[in-house]
């Protein structure tokens, strides 16, 4: 199946599936040809609206998922200011690879690409190799130089003059002096260079759909000092709140731009577990991160914008005599999480597995309270291993614990020991784990140093595991 | 059985009230001397009278920072150092923060020792300063229970920090030492503005007359006490509530027939 778009007056494939890639359809290739090449082909109208539609649609569901400075960058790509925002997603491979599950997972293929700059996040996103880059600070050169002339984002005529006299790739373009060029084909080519090298400042329009609500404050006078930020944060702040308590809302995620006098757009992103109208609050978590801002040569503009916002009602606080109130924690949570990322705060809670890695779950800190909790008689170690650690082990077979085992070199001899809990695979899970056991025993050493150890397999049927010794926890 | 062990631990010359008496003044004393106006007015027991007998205002501070550590291989791991900073946590009111760099921490066994999951929120800082920073901020908050650190370097300025917020909102912190290698251990020598240091080391479990692990047993130390002396103990593990017991052979009078726990293993 293909699109098909008007350019000039001829009909051309805008957009190819593999099935037709496959058959040597290529976007560009003009309409008529492609119905001669493959008989059975679906032709279907493209529709740039609704294309770029779609496209600040994504746009704005990403500026409300990862990062405060978000655009479309048309026809097939959106570009995101991530500075500040990676580390409440765990880093930055981590959260392009989340970015690509979570398009995928609502069918659009995409590649995500982090960089110094627009231009060369854009070259390497297209033309590189892997679906998720992470280009490291000061790599830009090194990471589209072996790139085609094409990933420049240069006008068709530039592109096609420049093959004419043997460029192929950026690294050509580099190596020969500018002037040339630029008289050649103007100012544009020498722009895109240095747009993709981070010589050229290229600022970032960001997505502000109507329904946000938003506040902002422009200065007569540029400022710069944290003490001025922090009190006009202050005064914005309670401004944003009143608004949302027009509306009835509460915010889950606030951004503060601050638009510099050159032309370059600062973000502060704050985010909270639970829907929040007080201006303390919101102030709070905003001037905990104003030292993050560069002033430069001063901020002309301060706009704050509430997101992600949910219902929020006026609760009745209910006071009671007898009753001790529960002291609100939610505001810790705020601040830890906006300081070491939403994703490394959390609850544990039971699973129902008999697998012990499998017994707990992360939950977030402010989830509800199940109450529930593990069962009791069997003991369980303080310190469980991330992965469980092979030691030599003498044992009598079937079920006896081992006699003596040696861990990262120092041989224990076993005093005591209790077991086994027999723990069996759970063959829903794959197939491997149909037949698989494994049986724990707590060990103590001469020392009183008590161990969590498990051998793969019931000790008769080689089919139930490897029968080696495993090391997986440490008891207090 | 209060009265009993209480006369265990005094010299037998019937001057205890008057020592007693003097004890309180000059502690009342040096208090003045450091220059913090406010008395400790809340305690949390142990329950245990010969622990309890030894901190000052008998038990453990609750708006001050405390200091535990494991013994031998547990400055490592600190696995019985986790359990008995737990069963502390399990007998204060409200939740917990607990900040750790390395997730090994196994919930299960804190729920064993009264600690419930859902007390429980975990943070996962990065390195000791961003603990320390996390430490301040929940100390700061006022409305937990328990605030505790795994932290392998502290500072004199830093425990001083966390000592003074702990004193201004009357919660609970306490420092999990920990380090990457024993031999870092050594910078639990250095001083800081804890209140109590304990350092907490695995004992042989009691042994029973069949095959079997007994009851976990501990070396409870307590290096340090402000306003107190230094002492160690024999006890047992935290039991489901968090509680610590006096081993059954060592306990004397009346305490052997209440912890009776270990007198079957003979």
């Known amino acids: ?476 | 059985m209060d009265s009993n062990t209480e006369d265990a631990n005094v010299p037998k010359h019937g001057s205890g009230r008057r020592r007693d008496e003097v004890m309180e003044a000059l502690r009342d004393r040096i208090e003045s001397l450091e220059g913090s106006k406010r008395r400790i007015r809340k305690v949390l027991p142990f329950g245990v009278p010969r622990i309890d007998n030894k901190l000052p205002g008998g038990g453990l501070a609750v708006g001050a920072l405390h200091e535990v550590a494991g013994g031998g291989n547990g400055t490592v791991d600190g696995a019985a150092a986790a359990l008995f900073v737990a069963g502390i946590a399990a007998r204060t009111h409200g939740q917990v923060l607990w900040c750790i760099t390395r997730a090994d921490l196994f919930a299960p066994a804190l729920a064993q020792a009264g600690l419930t999951p859902d007390r429980v929120i975990y943070v996962e800082a990065g390195d000791d300063k961003a603990i320390l920073t996390c430490l301040e901020e929940g100390l700061r908050h006022g409305g937990l229970g328990a605030v505790i650190g795994e932290v392998a370097r502290m500072s004199m300025t830093a425990s001083r920090r966390l000592q003074l917020r702990a004193e201004a909102t009357g919660t609970m912190g306490i420092a999990l030492r920990r380090w990457r290698r024993p031999a870092d251990a050594v910078d639990f020598g250095q001083p800081t503005a804890a209140m109590t240091r304990w350092r907490v080391s695995v004992l042989p479990s009691v042994p029973l007359p069949v095959p079997g692990v007994g009851r976990h047993r501990w070396l409870v130390e307590l290096i340090r006490c402000r306003a107190g002396e230094s002492a160690d103990f024999e006890v047992d593990a935290c039991d489901a509530e968090g509680r610590l017991h006096l081993p059954a052979d060592l306990a004397d009078g009346s305490g052997a027939a209440e912890g009776g726990y270990g007198r079957a293993a003979g």
């Not at chain 1, 293909?2 to 957009?15: D, P």
């Not at chain 1, 993050?292 to 997101?307: K, N, Q, R, Y």
């Not at chain 1, 723990?423 to 001469?446: I, L, T």
């Open chain 1, 1 to 476: 199946m293909v699109l098909v778009g008007r350019q000039g007056q001829r009909q051309v494939i805008v957009a190819a599936d593999e099935a037709a890639q496959r058959q040597g359809l290529r976007p560009g290739m003009p309409a008529t040809t492609a119905r001669v090449l493959v008989p059975a082909l679906i032709v279907q109208e493209h529709d740039a609206q609704a294309d770029a539609e779609t496209l600040d649609r994504i746009a704005v569901w990403m500026m409300q998922r990862y990062a405060p400075i978000v655009a479309a960058d048309p026809p097939d790509g959106i570009v995101l200011d991530t500075s500040g925002a990676d580390h409440l997603h765990g880093g930055e491979g981590v959260m392009l690879v989340s970015i690509v599950q979570r398009l995928a997972a609502s069918g659009v293929r995409a590649r995500a690409v982090v960089a110094d700059t627009w231009g060369a996040a854009h070259a390497v996103a297209r033309f590189g190799r892997r679906t998720t880059v992470v280009v490291s600070s000061g790599g830009a050169r090194e990471a589209v130089e072996g790139l085609p002339i094409i990933a420049l984002r240069l006008p068709a005529d530039i592109v096609s003059g420049l093959r004419v006299l043997g460029f192929e790739r950026i690294s050509d373009l580099l190596a020969v002096p500018r002037a040339p060029l630029a008289l050649r084909f103007g100012p544009e080519l020498g722009r895109r260079m240095d747009q993709a090298l981070g010589t050229l400042a290229e600022p970032i329009d960001p997505v502000r759909p109507e329904e946000i609500v938003s506040v902002r404050r422009a200065f007569a006078e540029p400022i710069g000092a944290p003490e001025t930020i922090t009190r006009y944060i202050g005064k914005l702040v309670v401004a944003l709140c009143e608004r949302l308590t027009e509306r009835g809302l509460g915010a889950k995620r606030v951004d503060l731009l601050c638009h510099r006098v050159d032309n370059t757009v600062q973000a502060i992103r704050v985010g909270t577990a639970l829907p929040v109208r007080e201006a303390k609050r919101l102030g709070r978590l905003l001037t905990d991160k104003v030292e993050t801002i560069e002033p430069g040569f001063g901020i002309e503009c301060l706009s704050l914008a509430a997101t992600l916002a949910e219902p929020l009602a006026e609760r009745q606080a209910a006071s009671s005599l007898v009753e001790e109130s529960v002291p609100d924690i939610s505001g810790l949570v705020d601040v830890l999480a906006n300081q070491v990322g939403e994703s490394r705060l959390y609850r544990m809670a039971p699973v129902a597995s008999d697998v012990p890695e499998r017994s707990v779950t992360r939950v977030a800190p402010m989830a509800p309270m199940a109450g529930a909790t593990w069962p009791e008689h069997w003991p369980r170690p303080s310190r469980l291993l991330p992965r469980p650690e092979v030691i030599d082990a003498m044992a009598l077979l079937p079920d006896h614990p081992p006699a003596w085992f040696s861990w990262r070199g120092v041989r224990h001899r076993v005093r005591h020991a209790d077991g086994p809990e027999r723990v069996f695979g759970e063959w829903w899970k794959g197939d491997m784990e149909m037949s698989a056991v494994r049986d724990y025993f707590q060990v103590e050493n001469d020392a009183g140093e008590r161990f969590w150890i498990f051998r793969a397999g019931d000790g008769e049927d080689a089919a139930t595991g490897s029968h080696r010794w495993y090391l997986h926890g440490l008891f207090g």
